[in-house]
């Protein structure tokens, strides 16, 4: 009888394609996915422009935007930069600040700046950005959909400017107290700095970046150097006279907190108080590179940008204090730079120790100081009457200059005068911790 070969032939046939499908499994496995999906990594991003109300409300696009795709440009997520609209309110138009991930990137963008329509305006190398004006934004997306992984942001350059004062009726700020009594003098007593002061800030640099400092009275005896980085010819505005004199003023007239301390004039603004995010932010480099322990800015912006806030950290690593206003718009945030932690930002109370009715609140103000009815010097040898955060912020920096004077550590600046300030009976988003006091 013939065996029937088939069952057999066909359960070894079996065998050898479960081998082959093994083997050729464990081959797969070894290799790994011929197409393998990159994770996506997140922007970069800038960390909260405020310490206060940090929502922003929904704003259309504007003209002169760059297009969602050249965000996407990259086949590295990674590497894809953080773009923001240009051209939108409070920015300088048709400019845009191009901030790039290393020196070198920065340098091959400027040689090929002008073959794209894009003119340059400046660049800081430290903080790698380049403020750049345009026509269209056609030239830029062009560059980065070429050269995306060289850019870290691409946003506007927002208007920085002496702060003014608003109408003193209907505060958008509900919970501004509206203090309106003027001290009609520097408000030194107020501070505890009514003594002899003659020593005060004795070896102390405080670069004051605002509208320059022309010659008066009051600062006569006083070292100052002076740095132009508008260079447009025109007249000088006064606000930064008044804010040197309220620092180191040193006559009768006008007694500044610290007129020992010498100043470094750094003139950022033009004859109407206007300046700029990129120029204030090469303006803090340049005054920590030229050895200011106190950086006075009696000026601010409504936005956030990396090179401001990468400015601030660059002084604040080289251990400088930097004084800001808290701003005069009467809004529950803060104004830039003063809004970025660390920063000692100061709002304005009147003659009653009441929030002024201009002083913008926010969550992280450090605290208050005299900014009603100030006496101070001006141009053209004149004295004013003014009020701001301003000179509540310059009246701040002369008395840093003298805890520094006398020895105290940079790092220590902010703990001691909060905690030596006189308390005040309203909200910490008002007032800070209180009313700034001169520790003996």
Do not use: C
């Not at 340059?120 to 992984?149: I, N, P």
């Not at 020593?199 to 009275?217: E, K, L, M, P, Y």
């Amino acid at each position: 009888m013939r065996t029937n070969r088939l069952p057999i032939i066909v359960f070894t046939a079996a065998l050898a394609l479960m081998a082959m499908s093994v083997g050729w499994l464990a081959l797969e496995m070894n290799r790994g996915p011929v197409v393998e999906e990159l994770p996506r990594a997140k922007a970069p991003s800038t960390s909260k422009a405020r310490k206060g109300n940090d929502a922003k409300p929904g704003v259309a696009e504007p003209q002169g935007a760059l297009s969602a795709a050249a965000a996407k440009s990259s086949t590295d997520a990674a590497a894809a930069p953080k773009i923001e609209p240009l051209n939108g309110p409070d920015t300088m138009p048709d400019e845009a600040l191009l901030t790039f991930r290393t020196p070198e990137a920065l340098a091959a963008f400027r040689d090929r700046a002008a073959a794209l329509g894009l003119e340059v305006l400046g660049y800081d190398t430290k903080l790698r950005t380049a403020r750049v004006r345009f026509k269209d934004a056609a030239g830029l997306e062009k560059d980065l959909a070429e050269h995306a992984s060289d850019y870290a942001h691409v946003g506007p350059n927002y208007v920085v400017r002496v702060p003014g004062l608003p109408a003193a009726e209907a505060p958008t700020d509900t919970a501004n107290a509206g203090g309106r009594v003027p001290f009609r003098s520097q408000g030194l007593d107020a501070i505890g700095a009514a003594a002899n002061r003659a020593g005060w800030g004795q070896g102390v640099t405080v670069a004051v970046i605002d509208s320059g400092i022309s010659s008066h009275s009051s600062l006569q005896n006083t070292q100052v150097t002076h740095i132009d980085m508008v260079n447009d010819g025109g007249a000088m505005n006064g606000h930064g006279t008044a804010m040197a004199s309220l620092i180191a003023g040193n006559d009768a007239n006008v007694g500044g907190v610290s007129p020992a301390a010498r100043l470094l004039d750094i003139r950022v603004t033009d004859a109407n108080g206007d300046s700029n995010t990129a120029l204030l932010s090469s303006a803090i480099v340049k005054a920590t590179d030229l050895g200011a322990r106190v950086i006075n800015v009696s000026l601010g912006s409504s936005g956030n940008t990396p090179m401001l806030e990468e400015a601030v950290r660059y002084a604040q690593k080289h251990n400088v204090v930097i004084v800001a206003a808290a701003g005069n718009e009467q809004q529950s945030a803060l104004s830039m730079p003063a809004g970025y932690s660390g920063v000692l930002s100061v709002g304005a109370v009147d003659a009653n120790g009441t929030q002024a009715y201009f002083s913008n609140s926010g969550n992280g103000l450090t605290l208050v100081a005299p900014g009603v009815g100030i006496v101070s010097g001006y141009t053209d040898s004149k004295l004013v009457m003014g009020s701001g955060t301003s000179q509540a912020t310059a009246i701040t920096s002369g008395v840093v200059a003298y805890l520094l004077g006398r020895g105290y550590y940079s790092a220590n600046i902010i703990p001691l005068l909060t905690r030596t300030a006189r308390t005040l009976n309203a909200p910490a988003t008002a007032v800070g911790a209180g009313l700034i006091q001169v520790a003996q």
